[in-house]
């Protein structure tokens, strides 16, 4: 380097600069995050599994359709979409935020990539938040993905009039349960400063822990899983009012709005009394899920989880040392 | 206007029951270099890092042009370049987005960034990988863009933790231009080091801590006329070889000097007698014997000496 190349008349340090608001860094810092997470690798292998599922979901209706256990199921278009978006979208939703949230803070210690930006006039909330937007705006690229693969389904079995209004709140609800989802996800991954910790930690607690947890405490314990977050994730399906009874496989139409959940099927206790299949909690758990959570009720769950989550992870960051 | 300044008042640092920092005192003040020297786990980086917040004193309080960098971290970091640990950059970013990132967080307005980051890179001679992604840089050129990205705001306070890590000799020797250049523009540079030839070369003072305590901090010239045996020492440099034994007794001979040793045909090493007076007046003597003096310099060897001195004394 010559000394030519370098100013020799003394000049005020950083004049023009100005730092802006914290709003704005949030930002600013999304769209950097943003530009990020969908140039990565992880985005592409996330894709790759999504359009998977879609594919196996189509070839299985494509070749099974006119069979007895996929009748009920392609009968209507709200069974159709209640039973593939409703029980699938949820597990697109895991996926996506164990991917971009699993070690999303966890990774800025490991990685190192978390010194270049503490080096900057920026708040540490100000990171979790920008990196959790960030998160959130990739994954909702991939839930639209699965999305556009369940509707091409449903247009090609049903055609594009049959869409059923209920696919709108059933996806303000996946959306809903996936900010829920992604701030439990940032907060265990803030509990870490190695990334495989929190990447599988968030990976075992959502795809076997919560649906474990669910079962033991509405199975075993007999008690309605409301602080369980996966049991929220039901509404998705449940919006569309379709559920099959266990005892005699008909689909039943029923919407709880309601902030109460309902045990047994959809259409309470009496559905539940003409089944001589559903006895004590051990026959329960075999049988499957026992109660139904309400779509408000649902709504309550995940809007808690968000804000105590959000709260605890940011608190958690705010504490933690670049050490 | 103050100059700038970083303040460290009675920091300390524990770690469990272990003591990383022990209520270091320390004020840099005006456009200068600091080095911070230090053995490995003397404490150097922990103090950096406080001072930058990316890890919390115990006790103990750091300022950056007067501002609590705890209370204010974002008003305390927005006039400060900072670089601790050679940190990494998302791989699939490219130098300009990386630093467009630092520019749009800083505020740098639209209409300057260009130049600005034109001007950094340059510097630190990346502007051929300028669009390329980290994913592929070796550990030396993600440094370069390291220090790029701690200096393209143009800031009054920089804090560099060892920045020629990973660096060749080229890339070193660059990195001393770029301090210079900032000395120049009226900048406090803050910098640690392992390297003393690149602290002799650069810094005007230095600071050394061992086992998280400060054993001093004052002018290099200073540190090295009460530290090493008494008699401050400097290195010449000269365009030619000396050319006799009769021109090296006229140096001998200059008011102050207590000894003259030819290192090399073009290399002298003075000591002499006095402070700072004694010292200016022995510089314009040597330049008087027009015997080619190009650089003047501390010898690296005089801090080493009192490095290792004062570091043995602690074991």
């Known amino acids: 380097m010559s000394e030519t190349e370098v100013e020799t008349k003394p000049e005020p340090a950083g004049s023009h600069s100005h730092v802006p608001g914290s709003f704005q860094q949030i930002l600013k810092l999304t769209r950097a995050q943003f530009q990020e997470y969908l140039s990565s690798r992880r985005f592409v292998i996330l894709l790759g599994i999504v359009a998977m599922i879609g594919l196996i979901i189509t070839v299985v209706i494509g070749a099974f359709h006119d069979r007895a256990f996929l009748q009920a199921l392609v009968s209507s278009p709200l069974a159709f979409y209640g039973s593939f978006w409703g029980g699938a979208a949820s597990f697109v939703i895991v996926l996506s935020a164990v991917f971009f949230g699993g070690d999303a803070i966890a990774g800025e210690f490991q990685n190192k990539t978390g010194y270049f930006l503490m080096g900057l006039p920026i708040r540490r909330t100000t990171i979790y938040v920008g990196k959790y937007i960030a998160a959130l705006l990739a994954s909702i690229c991939v839930l639209i993905v699965f999305f556009l693969i369940i509707l091409a389904n449903g247009v090609y079995y049903f055609g594009g009039d049959a869409l059923p209004w209920q696919f709108g709140p059933s996806l303000l609800l996946s959306i809903i349960y996936l900010v829920a989802v992604l701030s439990t996800t940032f907060l265990f991954s803030s509990l870490f400063k190695t990334s495989a910790y929190g990447f599988v930690l968030t990976a075992v607690l959502f795809i076997i822990g919560f649906s474990l947890l669910q079962d033991v405490v509405q199975s075993i314990l007999d008690y309605q899983p409301w602080m369980v977050i996966s049991y929220a994730s039901s509404a998705i399906g449940g919006v569309f009012g379709t559920a099959t009874d266990p005892c005699t496989g008909a689909v039943i139409n029923t919407i709880n709005w309601g902030l109460n959940g309902i045990y047994g099927i959809p259409g309470g206790p009496a559905a539940r009394a003409g089944c001589p299949a559903t006895g004590g909690p051990r026959e329960a758990l075999l049988s499957g899920p026992t109660w139904t959570p309400g779509i408000a009720e649902a709504v309550v769950i995940m809007v808690g989880y968000f804000v105590i989550t959000s709260i605890v992870g940011l608190l958690s960051f705010e504490r933690e040392e670049f050490a | ?315």
Not at chain 2, 196 to 205: F, G, H, I, P, S
């Open chain 2, 1 to 315: 206007m103050t100059g700038p300044s970083i303040e460290c008042v009675q920091l300390t640092k524990n770690f469990g029951t272990f003591t990383a920092l022990s209520r270091l005192d320390l004020k840099l003040e005006g456009a200068k270099c600091v080095g911070f020297l230090g053995p490995n786990g003397a404490g150097k980086t922990t103090a950096l890092k406080m001072l930058t917040d990316m890890i919390f004193p115990s006790s103990g309080e750091c300022f950056i042009n007067g501002i609590n960098v705890r209370e204010e971290r974002k008003k305390a970091l927005a006039e400060a370049g900072v670089l601790i640990e050679s940190p990494e950059i998302y791989p699939s970013l490219t130098p300009r987005q990386a630093l467009e990132m630092v520019c749009d967080l800083r505020g740098v307005p639209p209409e300057h960034r260009r130049d600005r980051i034109e001007e950094v890179l340059s510097e630190v001679k990346m502007q051929d990988w300028v669009d390329k992604r980290f994913g592929k840089f070796s550990k030396g050129m993600k440094q370069r863009i390291n220090i790029a990205a701690a200096l393209v705001h143009d800031p009054g306070v920089v804090i560099l933790d060892e920045p020629a890590t990973g660096l060749d000799p080229r890339g070193m020797a660059e990195v001393r231009d770029i301090v210079r250049g900032l000395k120049r523009r009226n900048r406090l540079i803050f910098m640690s080091s392992h390297i003393l030839q690149e602290v002799t070369d650069v810094c005007d003072e230095v600071a050394l801590i061992d086992k998280g305590k400060l054993l001093f901090y004052d002018t290099l010239s200073n540190v090295t006329s009460k530290f090493a045996d008494g008699a401050p020492t400097i290195d010449v440099g000269l365009s030619r070889p000396l050319g006799d034994e009769k021109v090296l007794k006229q140096v001998e001979g200059l008011t102050g000097v207590t000894s003259c040793v030819l290192l090399e045909p073009k290399r002298l090493r003075l000591k002499f007698k006095g402070g700072p007076t004694a010292q200016e007046q022995l510089l314009a003597s040597l330049v008087e014997l027009k015997i080619g003096v190009i650089t003047l310099s501390e010898p690296e060897s005089a801090l080493e000496e009192i490095y290792l001195k004062q570091i043995s004394k602690g074991d």
